[in-house]
């Protein structure tokens, strides 16, 4: 659907982003402020991780996080795996997803949406196939319908191709229910993995074993 209709609903979705999103930033103020203590102290100086993602329309967006690993590296000077340098805090902050909650900034900012499909690593981009490129027509998400349908436990095909049915559906509607789930899940503290890299390759790598001889 497209014409006026769609622009006021595109209009409400924005309204919704900042609204919801300027409540729990000011909910979540003290869990933030307690986390960013406790990471403070295991992991010391910066608090905040900024990582540049690829947004809507292809253009580069940098994400913001709370810190949740260490820069701890072997003899060599290579960092040494994920699942090694995010313990203890780390950990904890995945596993509840509170290291997600700065991203709310993001969402004020215009550079996110709470719903959309998850802006991924610049390094992907040469990877997805033209359908999955529909994911870059809208505003990437917090949470999206892959995240709500087995988020790491889906192999990247059945991730991305969740990103696009989002976008060729998408409808007010279906982002409550999404925001619904989401809610549901991380109150079960479901479906998060602490290092996903230990459970999945990642996208470029496992597009360079399949086509790639």
């Given amino acids: 659907m497209t014409g006026p209709r769609r622009t006021v609903e595109r209009r409400i979705k924005r309204v919704i982003d900042v609204t919801v999103a300027l409540v729990v930033l000011v909910l979540t ?13 295991q992991f010391g100086a910066p608090v905040f991780f900024r990582q540049e993602r690829t947004g809507r329309h292809e253009r ?18 290579r960092l040494l ?11 904890t902050l995945r596993r509840l997803s509170i290291d997600e909650l700065p991203q709310l900034v993001n969402v004020l900012r215009g550079d996110l ?23 870059f027509a809208v505003q990437p998400g917090i949470t999206g319908l892959a995240q709500v349908n087995g988020r790491n436990g889906l192999g990247w095909t059945d991730r991305l191709e969740l990103d696009v049915r989002y976008v060729l559906g998408w409808s007010l509607w279906l982002d ?8 549901g899940k991380v109150l ?10 230990s459970e999945m390759l990642d996208l470029d790598e496992e597009r360079r074993l399949t086509y790639v001889r």
Avoid at 29 to 41: E, F, M
Avoid at 60 to 77: C, F, P, Q, Y
Avoid at 188 to 197: C, E, K, L, N
């Fill in 113 to 135: 949406s709470l719903v959309g499909p998850r802006p991924l690593l610049l390094r992907y981009d040469p990877w997805y196939t033209e359908r999955e490129r529909l994911r």
């Fill in 81 to 91: 795996p994920d699942g090694v340098r995010c313990r203890g805090v780390g950990r």
């Fill in 176 to 183: 409550l229910r999404i925001l619904a789930r989401t809610v």
């Fill in 60 to 77: 580069r967006i940098r994400v913001l996080k709370l810190r949740t690993m260490s820069d701890e590296r072997d003899a060599h000077g």
């Fill in 188 to 197: 079960r503290a479901s479906g998060v993995a602490v290092d996903p890299s």
């Fill in 29 to 41: 103020a003290p869990v933030l402020a307690v986390a960013a203590l406790l990471v403070l102290a």
